[in-house]
C-alpha cells in the first residue's frame, strides 16, 4: 500500500537550534512531493514542490531536499514564528489531477 | 487577491443528520479538492471537482459527496452523519493539473453529537 511516514511525529528546539525532518515514501510513480505549513485552526500553507532526486529548493530558514525515498525539511537557526505542524504530501502517477497523499505531519515548536 | 473561502467556519450536528459545506476557490481556478482532517488518520483526500465534474474520489463511503457549479464554487455533503464524521474539512482549489500547487482554505469543524 502506498504510503507517506513523517518523523519524527513531534520536536522541541531551541530557538537557533537546526535539525530536519523526514518524509518518507512508498509510492509507485512519484510525480511530485510537497511540503505544507499548517498552524493551529488554518488550513496548510504550501512551502516547496520537488519532483526528482537530487532536487533542493529553500525559502528563508527552510530548504527541501529529495532522495527515491525520502524527503527532507531542514530547518536552519529556527525562530519561534517557525512552530508549526509541518506537513508532506506525495501527487503519484496514475492519470488526471489525483488527491495528495499526506503524512501525519511533525509538529515542531520552537523554545525562545 | 482572496485566497480560498470556506463557510461556514464551525457546525455541530446530531447523528443522524445531513450536512452541506461550502467551498469558493481562487478566482480562476477550476479544480477544487476535498479532504477530511483528524487527529488520528491525518489528511486523507475524499474527491475532487474539475469543470462541474467529478474527476477523482478517495476511499470515503458514499455518504460522502459533493458537486461543482459552473462558477467554480464547490459543496460537499455528508449525509446520515456519524459521531465518526467530526473532523476539520480542508477544501484547496487548483488551476487543475496534475502538479499544480493546491491552496488550502482554513476549514469547516464538524463536531457530530
Known amino acids: 500500500e502506498d504510503q507517506v511516514t513523517q518523523s519524527p511525529e513531534a520536536l522541541r528546539l531551541q530557538e537557533g537550534e537546526s535539525s530536519s525532518l523526514n518524509c518518507s515514501y512508498t509510492v509507485s510513480g512519484l510525480r511530485g512531493l510537497f511540503w505544507y505549513r499548517q498552524d493551529p485552526g488554518k488550513g496548510p500553507e504550501f512551502l516547496f514542490t520537488l519532483y526528482s532526486a537530487g532536487e533542493e529548493k529553500e525559502k528563508e530558514r527552510l530548504k527541501a531536499t529529495l532522495t527515491k525515498k525520502e524527503s527532507f525539511l531542514h530547518i536552519t537557526a529556527p525562530k519561534p514564528e517557525d512552530s508549526a505542524t509541518y506537513l508532506c504530501a506525495v501527487n503519484q502517477a496514475g492519470g488526471g489531477a489525483d488527491g495528495l497523499t499526506f503524512g501525519k505531519g511533525t509538529h515542531l515548536i520552537i523554545q525562545p | 487577491k482572496a485566497g480560498v473561502t470556506q463557510t461556514p467556519r464551525y457546525l455541530i450536528k446530531t447523528r443522524g443528520q445531513q450536512v452541506t459545506l461550502s467551498c469558493s476557490p481562487i478566482s480562476g481556478h477550476r479544480s477544487v479538492s476535498w479532504y477530511q482532517q483528524t487527529p488520528g488518520q491525518g489528511l486523507q483526500f475524499l474527491f475532487e471537482?474539475?469543470?462541474?465534474?467529478?474527476?477523482n474520489k478517495g476511499n470515503f463511503p458514499g455518504r460522502f459527496s459533493g458537486r461543482q457549479f459552473s462558477n467554480s464554487r464547490s459543496e460537499m455533503n455528508v449525509s446520515t452523519l456519524e459521531l465518526g464524521d467530526s473532523a476539520l474539512y480542508l477544501c484547496?482549489?487548483?488551476?487543475?493539473?496534475?502538479?499544480?500547487?493546491?491552496?488550502f482554505g482554513a476549514g469547516t469543524r464538524l463536531s457530530v453529537l
Open positions: 484547496a482549489s487548483s488551476l487543475g493539473g496534475a502538479l499544480d500547487i493546491q491552496y
Open positions: 471537482y474539475f469543470s462541474e465534474t467529478q474527476r
